[in-house]
């Protein structure tokens, strides 16, 4: 095992060395004569020194586990930590660039990185991904979108994988857990605030709308923020299932309760799917493992506190006050119209999957190029204004063709039945909890995953696969009581 490298040599004392205070006084000389004809720049250089004066003692390893936290939740939180008139500078995109700066430092330093037991497969997998979309930018219509799309890829794929290198251990996870709690309880009280008052973020779609009746929170638009919401939702209802901490157990219901209400109050009917399929594989789970019948008692309360919620819900009489647009959403007979008809969303979306499978057959099966699916579109004869596909599986086999919808599906059913296998086999409590909400999590999100527009970019799916990667590496390293250390 390699002794940790610090950024920097210590003084005697402990404190910075006399070459660090000089390069630091230097630096902020620079960083004071760039803000007099830059502000943000020099601000932004300003910052940065600050960061490397508190944590120049700090080793590499221990700022990219900081670093993998703190991109974590401001991924989530996205656009809205934007530099003032500057819209796609915002903090996440900083703090990867930085992390991809201190991983090259760190590999020119002649450290390698050796993926944990469970790890090499998903890096493997990424890899491919990310060069197979990287090479279809030879054949793509627009070699700007290919490019754009691939280095999303590149980004997203990264922090996936650098969750479970960071929460390594019981207590790095637990901080992990902690941090995505906190952005949750954010989420939610700035999505009640929109509600009760109408103001929203400015990176909100539904910002100038008169009468908009949903939240989206920090995501844009509301079928974004409810599948956030269904992808969190596994990781509240398992905790009254699994835990035998009063409060854990609490929190889980209060949190579940608040999630599912949100669900409604977006209108996504296909996150309330998503909801239906995570309930029903949380009864079928428990049931079949005679390990966990007690815990199935505690499941079947957890989805009959959900069930009173949604059902009457539905009806615009339930426990969640829902406005009538609301209820309309939800109202898959409005769906069924809408594509017989050929008007509305069903219409758009129906026409949207099959435009899709053409150009995924016309391709050859190589697909059209990343990120090109809305370029091709937008060219088609009669395009009248929606050119995203709307569904994440489709886009991955128009764009990248079948390879990269396989190399896909390969991830995900890794990531499926390790999550399956230590939910059902492992002893640890922790363990256990994290492998049947990360797999309750997949099973929903095969629904959720066309509620967003594109999830190229959407940071709570590619943190969920870490966190499913995290539970199998974390697997592999308990010790011979099945515990992680």
């Given at each position: 095992?390699?002794?940790?490298?610090?950024?920097?040599g210590?003084?005697?004392?402990?404190?910075?060395?006399?070459r660090?205070?000089?390069?630091?006084?230097?630096?902020?000389?620079?960083a004071?004569?760039?803000?007099?004809?830059?502000?943000i720049p020099?601000?932004?250089?300003?910052?940065?020194?600050?960061?490397?004066?508190?944590?120049?003692?700090?080793?590499?390893?221990?700022?990219?586990?900081?670093?993998?936290?703190?991109?974590?939740?401001?991924?989530?939180?996205?656009?809205?930590?934007?530099?003032?008139?500057?819209?796609e500078?915002?903090?996440?995109?900083f703090?990867?660039?930085?992390?991809?700066?201190g991983?090259?430092?760190?590999?020119?330093?002649?450290?390698g990185?050796?993926?944990?037991?469970?790890?090499?497969?998903?890096?493997?997998?990424?890899a491919?991904w990310?060069?197979?979309?990287?090479?279809?930018?030879?054949?793509?219509?627009?070699?700007?979108?290919?490019?754009?799309?691939?280095?999303?890829?590149?980004?997203?794929?990264?922090l996936?994988?650098?969750?479970?290198?960071?929460?390594?251990?019981?207590?790095?996870?637990?901080?992990?857990?902690?941090?995505?709690?906190?952005?949750?309880?954010?989420?939610?009280?700035?999505?009640?605030?929109?509600?009760?008052?109408?103001?929203?973020?400015?990176?909100?779609?539904?910002?100038?709308?008169?009468?908009?009746?949903a939240?989206?929170?920090?995501?844009?638009?509301?079928?974004?923020f409810a599948?956030?919401?269904?992808?969190?939702l596994p990781?509240?209802?398992?905790l009254?299932?699994?835990?035998?901490?009063?409060?854990?157990?609490?929190?889980?219901?209060?949190?579940?309760?608040?999630?599912?209400?949100?669900?409604?109050?977006?209108?996504?009917?296909?996150?309330?799917?998503?909801?239906?399929?995570?309930?029903?594989?949380?009864?079928?789970?428990l049931?079949?493992?005679?390990?966990?019948?007690?815990?199935f008692?505690?499941?079947?309360?957890?989805v009959?506190?959900?069930?009173?919620l949604?059902i009457?819900?539905?009806f615009?009489?339930?426990?969640?006050?829902?406005?009538?647009?609301?209820v309309?959403?939800?109202?898959?007979?409005t769906?069924?119209?809408?594509?017989?008809?050929?008007?509305?969303?069903?219409?758009?979306?129906s026409?949207?999957?099959?435009?899709?499978?053409?150009?995924?057959?016309?391709s050859?099966?190589?697909?059209?190029?990343?990120?090109?699916?809305e370029?091709?579109v937008?060219?088609?004869?009669?395009?009248?204004?929606?050119?995203?596909l709307?569904?994440?599986?489709?886009?991955?086999?128009?764009d990248?063709?079948?390879?990269?919808?396989?190399?896909f599906?390969?991830?995900?059913?890794?990531?499926?039945?390790?999550?399956?296998?230590?939910?059902?086999?492992?002893?640890?409590?922790?363990?256990?909890?994290?492998?049947?909400?990360?797999l309750?999590?997949?099973?929903?999100?095969i629904?959720?995953?066309?509620?967003?527009?594109?999830?190229?970019?959407?940071a709570p799916m590619?943190?969920?696969?870490?966190?499913?990667?995290?539970?199998?590496?974390?697997?592999?390293?308990?010790g011979?009581?099945?515990?992680?250390p």
């Amino acid at each position: 095992m390699s002794a940790p490298i610090p950024l920097r040599g210590s003084g005697a004392s402990g404190g910075p060395g006399i070459r660090a205070v000089v390069l630091a006084l230097v630096a902020a000389l620079a960083a004071g004569a760039l803000a007099a004809f830059a502000p943000i720049p020099g601000l932004a250089l300003a910052v940065v020194l600050v960061a490397i004066v508190l944590l120049g003692g700090t080793t590499l390893p221990t700022l990219g586990r900081g670093g993998a936290l703190v991109a974590m939740v401001t991924a989530i939180i996205g656009p809205n930590l934007a530099l003032p008139g500057a819209q796609e500078a915002f903090a996440f995109r900083f703090v990867a660039g930085l992390i991809i700066i201190g991983m090259a430092v760190w590999l020119l330093m002649g450290r390698g990185v050796p993926a944990p037991a469970g790890l090499g497969w998903p890096m493997a997998i990424a890899a491919g991904w990310v060069a197979w979309a990287l090479a279809s930018t030879l054949w793509a219509t627009s070699t700007t979108e290919a490019l754009r799309w691939t280095i999303f890829l590149f980004l997203m794929t990264g922090l996936m994988l650098a969750i479970p290198l960071a929460a390594s251990s019981r207590r790095r996870l637990a901080w992990f857990l902690g941090a995505l709690g906190i952005t949750f309880i954010a989420s939610v009280l700035v999505a009640v605030a929109e509600i009760l008052t109408g103001v929203r973020l400015p990176t909100s779609a539904l910002a100038e709308r008169v009468g908009a009746f949903a939240a989206t929170s920090f995501f844009g638009n509301q079928n974004n923020f409810a599948t956030y919401l269904a992808l969190t939702l596994p990781y509240l209802l398992v905790l009254p299932v699994i835990a035998r901490d009063v409060r854990l157990r609490a929190l889980g219901i209060a949190g579940g309760v608040v999630a599912i209400g949100l669900i409604l109050f977006s209108g996504s009917k296909a996150n309330l799917i998503a909801t239906g399929i995570i309930l029903l594989g949380m009864l079928v789970v428990l049931a079949v493992d005679p390990a966990m019948r007690r815990a199935f008692v505690a499941g079947v309360v957890v989805v009959g506190v959900a069930l009173v919620l949604i059902i009457p819900s539905l009806f615009g009489a339930g426990i969640v006050p829902l406005p009538e647009q609301a209820v309309a959403k939800l109202d898959f007979g409005t769906l069924q119209a809408q594509v017989q008809s050929g008007s509305g969303s069903g219409a758009v979306r129906s026409s949207l999957l099959g435009t899709g499978l053409d150009l995924a057959a016309s391709s050859g099966g190589v697909g059209v190029g990343a990120g090109n699916a809305e370029v091709v579109v937008r060219e088609k004869q009669g395009y009248e204004g929606v050119a995203n596909l709307h569904n994440w599986t489709l886009e991955v086999l128009v764009d990248t063709g079948v390879i990269g919808l396989l190399l896909f599906a390969s991830l995900y059913i890794y990531m499926f039945v390790g999550n399956l296998r230590v939910a059902r086999r492992t002893h640890d409590p922790w363990l256990r909890y994290m492998g049947l909400a990360g797999l309750l999590a997949l099973l929903g999100f095969i629904a959720g995953s066309v509620g967003p527009s594109t999830a190229i970019h959407f940071a709570p799916m590619w943190i969920t696969f870490g966190l499913c990667l995290t539970t199998i590496v974390l697997a592999r390293r308990a010790g011979p009581d099945g515990r992680i250390p």
